[in-house]
């Protein structure tokens, strides 16, 4: 499929378990995001990625840890899961020729954390 | 850092009508992007419209403009001939214009109901 999609897109897990939500885009964008979305926040930076092998931190990092061994793929783990990360995940890309770098969005993961 | 506010939760308006969504920023940069995203109950994020902060000119995309006031810091979204289709969440958001790894700050968000 072309675009960028996410898996899964729905995912209930426990306190203490780790889980990797998965990202990928078909256009080789360079850069990649993941956001987080919770009632009452909007929508926060998690981590970025400039290229393969370049990632940095946003501003709700902790907990979370990425990687970025592919341009296409760009994985988000929560090595050990918590209530407070029940949220919809948002995965994103652009690109320099993208007018104002334009962020093209997946269509999220709900993670329920119990 | 940049904040992004919204400061109208909720809005409903009725069906047809002409309906403006308020948005301020605070940033010490002059060169940066400003965005409106629609997030309808399918939860996709759509871009409805983008502005650059070093053109003076609004930006339009068919029934929606943008009421872009730089000094002011303000940055509002008029949408007209409303239609059921735009009930959606709407969210403002910023960007500096620097390298493309900058991410984007929202807004908290106004739902915007459209009454039939």
């Known amino acids: 499929d072309a675009g960028i999609t996410q898996s899964p897109r729905y995912k209930i897990t426990e306190t203490g378990r780790q889980v990797t939500l998965m990202c990928h885009q078909t256009?080789?964008?360079?850069?990649m995001f993941w956001y987080r979305q919770d009632l009452g926040h909007g929508l926060r930076l998690i981590y970025y990625?400039?290229?393969?092998?370049?990632?940095d931190k946003g501003e709700v990092p902790d907990g979370y840890v990425v990687s970025r061994s592919k341009t296409e793929n760009f994985p988000l783990t929560l090595e050990s899961a918590t209530r407070s990360q029940t949220s919809v995940y948002f995965c994103?890309?652009?690109?320099?020729?993208?007018?104002?770098?334009?962020?093209?969005f997946g269509p999220g993961t709900r993670l329920t954390v119990t | 850092a940049q904040t992004v506010t919204q400061s109208q939760p909720e809005m409903s308006v009725q069906e047809a009508e002409t309906v403006t969504l308020s948005c301020t920023y605070d940033?010490?940069?002059?060169?940066?992007?400003l965005f409106w995203y629609k997030q309808p109950p399918s939860r996709q994020m759509i871009l409805v419209i983008r502005q650059e902060a070093y053109k003076q000119q609004n930006a339009t995309e068919n029934r929606f403009s943008v009421n872009f006031q730089k000094a002011a810091k303000s940055f509002s979204l008029k949408i007209s001939d409303s239609q059921l289709g735009d009930t959606a969440m709407y969210f403002c958001?910023?960007?500096?214009?620097?390298?493309?790894?900058?991410?984007?700050?929202f807004g908290k968000g106004t739902h915007l109901i459209i009454q039939p």
């Open positions: 256009w080789s964008h360079s850069y």
């Open positions: 990625s400039a290229a393969a092998d370049i990632t």
């Open positions: 940033t010490s940069e002059n060169n940066y992007y």
């Open positions: 994103a890309s652009s690109e320099q020729a993208l007018l104002g770098y334009e962020q093209y």
């Open positions: 958001a910023f960007r500096y214009s620097g390298g493309g790894a900058d991410g984007l700050t």
